[in-house]
């Protein structure tokens, strides 16, 4: 899995500057969501970062990414079948 290491980003947020380290999977689907909903992902990073608690910042955003992947796997697959 070339390519898949961890990369330190430095990000501004709330007027913050802090770096988040994240395998480059992640930081290429927050790209992807970011583009999706049209916005950075700077504003993307801001807003998980104002949802997280006291969440580690970038666990909050694998976990961000994971559930997006799910939401969008639930979709495409369509409504359950009757039981």
Do not use: Y
């Not at 913050?16 to 999977?25: D, N």
């Not at 801001?46 to 949802?51: I, K, R």
């Amino acid at each position: 899995m070339n390519g898949d290491g961890v990369v330190k980003r430095s990000i501004t947020i709330a007027g913050h500057r802090t770096s988040v380290s994240l395998e480059a999977p992640f930081w290429d689907a927050l790209r992807d969501l970011a583009g999706q909903r049209g916005t950075s992902v700077q504003a993307l990073v801001g807003e998980v970062d104002a949802q997280r608690g006291t969440q580690n910042l970038s666990s909050a955003l694998r976990v961000f990414v994971l559930r997006a992947v799910q939401n969008a796997c639930l979709t495409a697959s369509g409504p359950a079948p009757p039981a």
